[in-house]
């Protein structure tokens, strides 16, 4: 491996560690040989990311200049020529080993986009619409990389899961996203509680929730918890190699929704987190568990509404 590929995987590492906690420790289950790809995906992932979200103080116009320019060395690199960058040789290298679906990197694309105009969902399926690009493809782009004995059939949990920690995401963090100006519940959902969007700016500003913004979040985690279960039997069609390494993840960023409801649905008055003693447990137990073993659906029994 040349140099500067073999810096353009360190650097994606380097994204991993420092941004991905959870998803690190979980990729660090893998064998050796896999893990550098799936640090190449979250790098891609990460920096497009940052790009929109860590570029505040630019005007609209310019941060989405500056996507678009990423995006062009990108494309320019998948045909081929020469990219001048600190990380897409790995990102470029680990599609052609797997021959991954470049039209799942054009949707994803497509919804970092979205987040520079796109301020609100007015329904779930509009949301989904967004999530499909920002999360479901990074489940297909995974499947690959991880090995399925049946690939047909475990695409659909694959996708569903990156359904499922997406919006465990926007659960835990709907205080930062309101710091952005961003809204991930659907505005129908807010309506369905007679909940606001000032009402939730009032809720972050005392640092405590309503009883009307709690029946919100209870229904969103529920919302949750249908993805995690659509996404279950995928575990089990997974590279045996690869299970540990997902079953972690599953349980982890599905800890999150415990951790919601184990403060009663106040996502305002902390910050919902697995601690530390946890997740090497649960890795720990991963590593121990047979392959093809069921996986536990997370969070509080479901609510019916």
């Avoid at 140099?3 to 660090?28: I, S």
């Avoid at 920002?134 to 489940?139: C, D, L, P, T, Y």
Wanted: hydrophobic share 40%; proline share 6%.
């Amino acid at each position: 491996m040349d140099t500067d590929l073999t810096a353009a995987y360190a650097r994606c590492q380097e994204l991993h560690k420092r941004h991905g906690r959870t998803y690190y420790l979980a990729t660090r289950l893998l064998p050796a040989w896999k893990r550098r790809h799936v640090h190449a995906l979250y790098g891609f992932t990460r920096y497009a990311d940052e790009i929109v979200d860590r570029t505040e103080d630019l005007p609209p116009a310019e941060r989405a200049a500056r996507l678009d320019e990423w995006s062009s060395r990108f494309v320019a690199g998948l045909h081929g020529e020469p990219v001048d960058d600190p990380l897409l040789p790995a990102v470029l290298h680990t599609i052609a080993v797997f021959d991954l679906d470049r039209d799942d990197f054009a949707s994803f694309l497509r919804s970092m986009a979205m987040d520079l105009t796109v301020m609100s969902y007015p329904t779930y399926d509009d949301l989904l619409d967004y999530m499909e690009g920002s999360a479901a493809v990074i489940g297909t782009m995974m499947l690959p990389i991880l090995g399925s004995s049946d690939p047909a059939a475990a695409r659909e949990p694959a996708r569903q899961l990156g359904f499922a920690f997406q919006l465990t995401n926007f659960i835990r963090d709907v205080s930062e996203d309101l710091d952005r100006g961003r809204t991930y519940l659907p505005d129908e959902d807010l309506a369905k509680f007679d909940v606001t969007r000032e009402d939730l700016l009032a809720a972050q500003a005392q640092g405590r929730t309503t009883g009307k913004i709690r029946e919100l979040i209870e229904y969103e985690v529920t919302r949750a918890q249908a993805h995690y279960e659509a996404a279950a039997p995928g575990i089990g069609l997974l590279s045996p190699a690869s299970q540990a390494c997902m079953r972690t993840a599953y349980a982890l960023y599905g800890g999150i929704l415990d951790a919601v409801a184990a403060q009663d649905y106040d996502v305002f008055v902390r910050r919902a987190l697995v601690p530390r003693r946890r997740r090497m447990a649960v890795a720990a137990r991963a590593l121990l568990t047979p392959a093809g073993s069921p996986v536990a659906l997370p969070g509080p029994a479901p609510v019916r509404r």
